[in-house]
Structure formats: C-alpha cells, structure tokens
C-alpha cells in the first residue's frame, strides 16, 4: 500500500521557520522524483519545489528562491521541506508528490503564518 504521510506543519509567525517531512512507504522512494506542492484557499495547487531520484537537481519556483530548501534521504524514504523566512503569502496546505510512471500524493499538511 502506497503512503505519503507529511508532517511538521503547523502556525508560526512572519520570519519563521518550519521543517516539513514525508514519509514514504510501499513503492521504490529511491527511484521516483519527489516535489513539494502548495494549495492556498481559493488557488490552484502550485509547486514548490522538486528533487531528483538522487537528490543532485533540485528546482525551486521563485516564490520558494532563497528561503525554502528541499532535500531527501533515501535511507529513511523521506523528502524534507525546510522553509525559512515565512510570510503570511506562504499560508495553504502542503502535499508532497511522488512521480515516476505513477504520480502519489500525500494528504497535506496545513501551514499557517500569521502573527
């Protein structure tokens, strides 16, 4: 049985920091490239960031540039999204996605800045 399970989400305030993670089970983590994607209430889902099988291509959208950072552990069959510099802009809920000849999601994880 597929699964991605995010978590560390949660509030924080503007300028913060929070370290997103996604467990992944039931298919070859190692193989598949992994993306970060956001969706904010009464938006489309946009991607965030992405990684390689390998983890050596990473790729960011602008708005993610210079404060996100998106990293995997194959070991652990886990991808990480570690944000910094949050703004309120940065608000919605995150899914991790798993893409080879198949395409899995996980459930989302709620991210929140506000002061």
């Known amino acids: 049985q597929v699964q991605l399970v995010e978590s560390g989400g949660g509030l924080v305030q503007p300028g913060g920091s929070l370290r997103l993670s996604c467990a992944a089970s039931g298919f070859t983590f190692s193989t598949y490239v992994m993306k970060w994607y956001r969706q904010a209430p009464g938006k489309e889902r946009e991607l965030v960031a992405g990684i390689s099988e390998s983890g050596m291509k990473i790729s960011y959208a602008d708005s993610a540039k210079g404060r996100f950072t998106i990293s995997r552990d194959n070991a652990k069959n886990t991808v990480y999204l570690q944000m910094n510099n949050l703004k309120p802009e940065d608000t919605a809920v995150y899914f991790c996605?798993?893409?080879?000849?198949?395409?899995?999601w996980g459930q989302g994880t709620q991210v929140t800045v506000s002061s």
């Open positions: 996605n798993g893409v080879r000849d198949r395409s899995y």
